[in-house]
């Protein structure tokens, strides 16, 4: 039987990169669909009183959420996953994007779009309000499915909705699979809300 599942991003997220990827894997191991979507940090915390640094990568961030929602309705949702993994590889595992200057992910997403044989145009919202609407609507569905107090991923498994799973590994393979279904199960429970821990190690991609 698949499952289907819905996987809210914002591209400039690392532990959502992580998730993903472990998505990709589960891809692998278990009878899925997975559906992408675009959902913003910059518009999560728009208007907030946010720390300097903070608030730049947030202004930095507001460039690939706006091309990911161009991509999402010119191109489709099946476009838009192979998009966000070439746009993802190059933030996070090239690192070559700096993510506090409002033009820092410009030679990225020209990149990534070339890379997918996507129109140059593209890129032309990353800096205009042309797709805001739009992205905003898939982002409040994220926050609609799952409730305000979360940030990205929002991963959605058939009918639930949930915020993470936050990894700082890429499982592989069978675990892979043995963690979606722990999440499967999780999910199916109607009385289950949280579970969480202070994070002791930082992130790795490999």
Not at 47 to 69: F, I, K, N, T
Not at 139 to 166: R, S
């Amino acid at each position: 039987m698949t499952t289907n599942v819905t996987f809210w991003f914002d591209a400039t997220c690392p532990y959502c990169w992580i998730t993903s990827r472990w998505i990709k894997e589960v891809e692998k191991v278990r009878d899925v669909t997975v559906e992408w979507r675009p959902m913003s940090l910059s518009v999560l915390n728009h208007g907030r009183d946010l720390p300097g640094d903070y608030q730049r990568m947030m202004e930095a961030a507001w460039a690939p959420a706006r091309v990911s929602a161009a991509v999402a309705v010119n191109d489709g949702l099946d476009v838009l996953d192979k998009f966000y993994t070439e746009l993802g590889t190059r933030i996070h595992n090239g690192g070559v994007a700096p993510k506090f200057s409002k033009s820092g992910y410009q030679e990225t997403l020209i990149a990534a779009l070339e890379a997918c044989g996507l129109p140059a145009e593209r890129f032309d919202a990353a800096y205009t309000t042309t797709f805001d609407g739009q992205l905003r609507s898939y982002h409040n569905e994220a926050m609609d499915a799952v409730g305000d107090n979360v940030g990205t991923p929002v991963v959605k498994v058939g009918d639930v909705a949930f915020f993470g799973p936050v990894l700082t590994r890429i499982p592989r393979g069978e675990d892979a699979g043995k963690i979606f279904d722990a999440a499967v199960q999780l999910a199916a429970y109607p009385h289950f809300f949280e579970i969480k821990r202070t994070r002791n190690e930082e992130y790795k991609f490999d």
